[in-house]
């Protein structure tokens, strides 16, 4: 079976697609040709529809078994295979496949301020005309209601961080030793130590590769009235060309979605009254992150902090226990 040996699990928006653009340059490793195949995230075809722009995303799924395996199939002999869904971590039944299948298979969790996390989350879909509500905090709390129209997890702004209970469901399918997890400030502050940890928890060879791809920073386009009629358009081909056999109106999307992010700013930094806003959701969740990893997150609840974390914050592999002694896990 052509199956991965490993996953980078999570989170969206926490620097996962660098980290598999890295990984791919390691001479050991395989990385699928498809970044996010989401095979693991159903059992059987993904849903039809869902909210905005929904719809268009589930016909890119690889769902069916053969398929998912062709992508590993070329991977030279002796490789270690890998993909990099970041939903994975936000999915329990996904977990719970992932070990039917590959039960010795290796997680790579990537966590990043929460706030901050959603704010990115909501810029990515806004900035493509697909999120109809321009207001971060107010985008936020129309959550609930979008989930009980069933609209995909993208869309699950808050909850994609609450990465305490998502760990602690993870580590009761996988065992701790098979799940690495750090910082996405980590990626940014120290990409060659934290590559080195990666192939240390992967058993492969170090110094293979020492840099992280630069992501593309999310557009945040002003909302002018341009923006808000591109946008309608956006939508309404959302609705309408996924439901025709071949998905003809694609490419057009695509157009339009880039349209609307020419000569756009990069995103902006989050307010403390947004951070205000969303921390008190997190509190509870960011406590029990701490205790399970023995790591201090308290700065995410900080005013001032920049890119998902405080300037000069001990990364997760370098820090202290709370017994004094390095950790790591």
């Known amino acids: 079976m052509a199956l991965p040996d490993f996953f980078v699990a999570g989170a969206p928006k926490a620097g996962t697609t660098a980290l598999h653009a890295a990984l791919a340059r390691h001479p050991a490793l395989y990385m699928s040709a498809v970044k996010e195949p989401k095979f693991f995230l159903t059992d059987g075809p993904p849903p039809a529809q869902g909210g905005p722009g929904d719809a268009k995303t589930y016909k890119e799924h690889i769902w069916r078994r053969?398929?998912?395996?062709?992508?590993?199939?070329?991977?030279?002999p002796g490789t270690l295979r890998g993909e990099s869904t970041p939903f994975y971590l936000y999915s329990h039944d996904a977990q719970r496949r992932i070990k039917a299948l590959v039960p010795d298979a290796r997680l790579i969790v990537v966590v990043r301020d929460p706030v901050e996390r959603a704010h990115s989350n909501w810029t990515h879909l806004w900035s493509a005309g697909l999120d109809p509500i321009d207001d971060f905090v107010k985008a936020c709390a129309a959550e609930d209601q979008r989930?009980?129209?069933?609209?995909?997890?993208?869309?699950?702004?808050?909850?994609?961080?609450?990465?305490?209970?998502?760990?602690?469901?993870?580590?009761?399918?996988?065992?701790?030793?098979?799940?690495?997890?750090?910082?996405?400030?980590?990626?940014?502050d120290d990409p060659?130590?934290?590559?080195?940890?990666?192939?240390a928890f992967l058993g492969i060879e170090h110094g293979q590769i020492a840099e992280v791809p630069r992501e593309n920073v999310t557009a945040h386009p002003e909302p002018t009235r341009r923006h808000q009629n591109l946008s309608k358009v956006v939508r309404a081909c959302s609705a309408v060309t996924t439901q025709l056999p071949g998905h003809p109106g694609k490419?057009?999307?695509?157009?339009?979605?880039?349209?609307?992010?020419?000569?756009?700013?990069?995103r902006r930094p989050l307010t403390w009254a947004e951070r205000q806003a969303l921390i008190p959701y997190f509190e509870a969740d960011i406590r029990l992150l701490g205790d399970l990893t023995g790591e201090d997150f308290g700065h995410w609840m900080a005013p001032r902090e920049q890119s998902g974390g405080l300037v000069g914050a001990r990364p997760l592999g370098q820090s202290q226990a709370r017994n004094g002694r390095p950790r790591e896990f």
């Open 251 to 266: 490419i057009m999307i695509d157009r339009l979605e880039r349209r609307l992010q020419q000569g756009a700013a990069p």
């Open 192 to 199: 060659v130590g934290t590559l080195e940890r990666i192939c």
């Open 66 to 76: 053969a398929d998912y395996e062709a992508l590993f199939d070329i991977a030279p």
């Open 147 to 188: 989930i009980a129209a069933g609209w995909a997890d993208f869309w699950h702004y808050k909850r994609l961080g609450l990465y305490g209970q998502q760990l602690q469901r993870l580590y009761s399918v996988f065992p701790r030793g098979q799940v690495l997890v750090f910082r996405y400030r980590d990626l940014i």
